[in-house]
């Protein structure tokens, strides 16, 4: 599944010695949630101005190539606290170089960057506001908000006004935010973004701690750092020299008791097999869709003696959930081999394709390859983890029988894709989805994409997955699914309205 990207990855440390490099790491082991552009924060106390500063380094661009010059962690990002991020906009144009992540700001409290992973819903209701006050906007994204929302309060603890600021916010936020003597974590109440909690021992003092926070796992894994917990929906953290607090704030949402919805895809495709999420490692969600998937839509049965079909995933977010579903189809008596039939290449840069080849073979080419000599004469089975707009399917289906596939069977480890979601990530139009463009028809669809059958996992099973798997985790948002949207949505907004 190609059609849609993440929204961003973040990270956040205090109490940590060459902190910027740790938020590199971080950033690093979380690019997957966002490629368009990666900036870092840090705060210091500079001794020329009597006072904490927060140098910044943003750029477009991947981590690696944002923070390829290594002396700004020698000579600029200095400071044992900071946050960072990772983005692609689905608010905000994204070529915009004032919308590049960590924002930051001074106001009379003093420094403050904030980082943020989510779609605010009702941001068109509170920039309208603040434009009839006669605010200026540095950018056009919607974490700018929360900024202007934090240094308007009327609250006299600066702790408090972030509380207020929070308070009005709905939809999907998850933010690190940097102060001059704390680093704040909260999620938003119905917790559609995760964020865990990790610390990193520091020195022989036993029960002293470098603290950080982080969109996945993965990042913690990477800075030598071991999971505590996750930040629990409507739950703030604050870390400092005291320590680590908690607190829970109100909100519009929790007054409308739309209790909690964990965004579902991000098991199916957003985050890494390696991290833990919502309390559980995506990767065994993963393989117990998969499991679910050979009960409702099996390899197709050959006559005795006929070669086995192989199962062949689309690398790489389908290969875990294909395992699953390999090992659940032999163990229900369904003859089949798992293969390595589909081969992505990772070192596709964006500027890779020429404007003039810009055509979806063309892309989709450059990224995936077939392997003949598994292919050729055989029933495959093809393993996504889900189809959005079926053109990069219809095309790998296409390579699969160019490589002298027998049959050709398509297997979704998701439900088919209907609704578009307010909640974060960037998806087509609800008439751009490729469910919805064959009326959810799976005979039609099959027949679009080229294959000799079509079959998806059930919402119920997508569910049983989920819960089977994590048995302490607790709601989830499967809107794109079902359609039942766990916080109400303007659904009439377009995405250009949405991008002022
Ligand atoms: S609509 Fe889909 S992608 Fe959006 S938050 Fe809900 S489950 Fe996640």
Same mark, same amino acid.
């Not at 552009?37 to 210091?44: D, K, L, N, P, Y």
């Not at 990772?86 to 144009?93: D, E, F, K, L």
């Not at 990790?198 to 020195?203: H, L, N, S, T």
């Not at 766990?486 to 659904?491: D, L, S």
């Given at each position: 599944?190609?059609?849609?990207?993440?929204?961003?990855?973040?990270?956040?440390?205090?109490?940590?010695?060459?902190?910027?490099?740790?938020?590199?790491?971080?950033?690093?082991?979380?690019?997957?949630?966002?490629?368009?552009?990666?900036?870092?924060?840090?705060?210091?106390?500079?001794?020329?101005?009597?006072?904490?500063?927060?140098?910044?380094?943003?750029?477009?661009?991947?981590?690696?190539?944002?923070?390829?010059?290594?002396?700004?962690?020698?000579?600029?990002?200095?400071?044992?606290?900071?946050?960072?991020?990772?983005?692609?906009?689905?608010?905000?144009?994204?070529?915009?170089?004032?919308?590049?992540?960590?924002?930051?700001?001074?106001?009379?409290?003093?420094?403050?960057?904030?980082?943020?992973?989510?779609?605010?819903?009702?941001?068109?209701?509170?920039?309208?506001?603040?434009?009839?006050?006669?605010?200026?906007?540095?950018?056009?994204?919607?974490?700018?908000?929360?900024?202007?929302?934090?240094?308007?309060?009327?609250?006299?603890?600066?702790?408090?006004?972030?509380?207020?600021?929070?308070?009005?916010?709905?939809?999907?936020?998850?933010?690190?935010? @940097?102060?001059?003597?704390?680093?704040?974590?909260?999620?938003?109440?119905?917790?559609?973004?995760?964020?865990?909690?990790?610390?990193?021992?520091?020195?022989?003092?036993?029960?002293?701690?470098?603290?950080?926070?982080?969109?996945?796992?993965?990042?913690?894994?990477?800075?030598?750092?071991?999971?505590?917990?996750?930040?629990?929906?409507?739950?703030?953290?604050?870390?400092?020299?005291?320590?680590?607090?908690?607190?829970?704030?109100?909100?519009?949402?929790?007054?409308?008791?739309?209790?909690?919805?964990?965004?579902?895809?991000?098991?199916?495709?957003?985050?890494?097999?390696?991290?833990?999420?919502?309390?559980?490692?995506?990767?065994?969600?993963?393989?117990?869709?998969?499991?679910?998937?050979?009960?409702?839509?099996?390899?197709?049965?050959?006559?005795?003696?006929?070669?086995?079909?192989?199962?062949?995933?689309?690398?790489?977010?389908?290969?875990?959930?294909?395992?699953?579903?390999?090992?659940?189809?032999?163990?229900?008596?369904?003859?089949?081999?798992?293969?390595?039939?589909?081969?992505?290449?990772?070192?596709?840069?964006?500027?890779?394709?020429?404007?003039?080849?810009?055509?979806?073979?063309?892309?989709?080419?450059?990224?995936?390859?077939?392997?003949?000599?598994?292919?050729?004469?055989?029933?495959?089975?093809?393993?996504?983890?889900?189809?959005?707009?079926?053109?990069?399917?219809?095309?790998?289906?296409?390579?699969?029988?160019?490589?002298?596939?027998?049959?050709?069977?398509?297997?979704?480890?998701?439900?088919?894709?209907?609704?578009?979601?307010?909640?974060?990530?960037?998806?087509?139009?609800?008439?751009?989805?490729?469910?919805?463009?064959?009326?959810?028809?799976?005979?039609?669809?099959?027949?679009?994409?080229?294959?000799?059958? @079509?079959?998806?996992?059930?919402?119920?099973?997508?569910?049983?997955?989920?819960?089977?798997?994590?048995?302490?985790?607790?709601?989830?948002?499967?809107?794109?699914?079902?359609?039942?949207?766990?916080?109400?949505?303007?659904?009439?907004?377009?995405?250009?309205?949405?991008?002022?």
């Amino acid at each position: 599944m190609r059609s849609i990207r993440e929204y961003c990855g973040i990270f956040g440390i205090f109490n940590a010695p060459n902190a910027a490099h740790k938020i590199y790491l971080g950033l690093h082991a979380l690019q997957h949630r966002g490629q368009e552009s990666a900036g870092i924060v840090t705060s210091v106390y500079d001794e020329a101005k009597g006072r904490k500063v927060m140098p910044s380094h943003k750029r477009p661009g991947l981590v690696l190539d944002v923070f390829k010059d290594p002396t700004l962690f020698e000579s600029k990002l200095l400071g044992t606290a900071g946050i960072g991020h990772n983005r692609y906009s689905t608010s905000g144009a994204s070529d915009n170089a004032a919308n590049i992540q960590p924002l930051l700001v001074h106001y009379r409290e003093g420094n403050l960057a904030l980082a943020h992973n989510g779609n605010i819903s009702n941001a068109r209701e509170i920039r309208r506001s603040f434009v009839e006050r006669g605010t200026l906007f540095q950018s056009t994204s919607d974490s700018e908000l929360v900024l202007h929302l934090i240094a308007q309060s009327t609250r006299r603890k600066p702790i408090d006004k972030i509380v207020d600021a929070v308070s009005q916010l709905e939809g999907a936020f998850s933010l690190v935010i @940097l102060t001059d003597d704390s680093l704040i974590a909260l999620r938003d109440p119905n917790g559609f973004r995760p964020l865990a909690i990790g610390r990193i021992p520091r020195g022989e003092k036993s029960g002293e701690y470098a603290w950080c926070v982080a969109s996945e796992t993965c990042a913690f894994d990477l800075v030598g750092a071991e999971y505590v917990r996750d930040v629990e929906p409507g739950e703030l953290i604050v870390i400092n020299q005291k320590g680590i607090e908690s607190g829970q704030f109100e909100s519009y949402a929790l007054a409308q008791n739309h209790g909690v919805s964990q965004c579902i895809f991000e098991y199916i495709y957003f985050s890494r097999p390696d991290s833990k999420i919502f309390g559980e490692m995506v990767d065994k969600v993963r393989r117990k869709m998969g499991k679910q998937l050979a009960h409702d839509a099996p390899v197709p049965t050959v006559p005795e003696g006929d070669a086995k079909p192989i199962v062949i995933s689309v690398p790489d977010s389908s290969n875990t959930a294909t395992l699953g579903y390999v090992n659940e189809c032999k163990k229900l008596g369904q003859r089949c081999r798992y293969e390595i039939g589909l081969i992505r290449n990772h070192y596709v840069g964006r500027t890779f394709i020429s404007p003039g080849q810009r055509s979806r073979e063309q892309r989709v080419r450059s990224k995936f390859n077939t392997v003949e000599g598994v292919l050729k004469g055989r029933v495959v089975v093809m393993v996504d983890d889900s189809i959005v707009r079926g053109t990069t399917a219809k095309q790998l289906v296409q390579m699969v029988r160019k490589a002298g596939a027998k049959e050709v069977h398509f297997r979704v480890a998701s439900p088919p894709v209907q609704n578009p979601c307010f909640y974060g990530m960037d998806f087509p139009s609800r008439e751009e989805l490729f469910a919805n463009q064959h009326e959810c028809d799976v005979d039609v669809m099959a027949r679009w994409l080229g294959v000799d059958s @079509l079959g998806y996992l059930t919402v119920e099973g997508m569910q049983g997955a989920v819960t089977t798997a994590n048995e302490k985790g607790h709601g989830y948002c499967d809107a794109c699914f079902s359609g039942n949207y766990p916080v109400p949505v303007e659904m009439n907004v377009s995405k250009e309205e949405n991008e002022w």
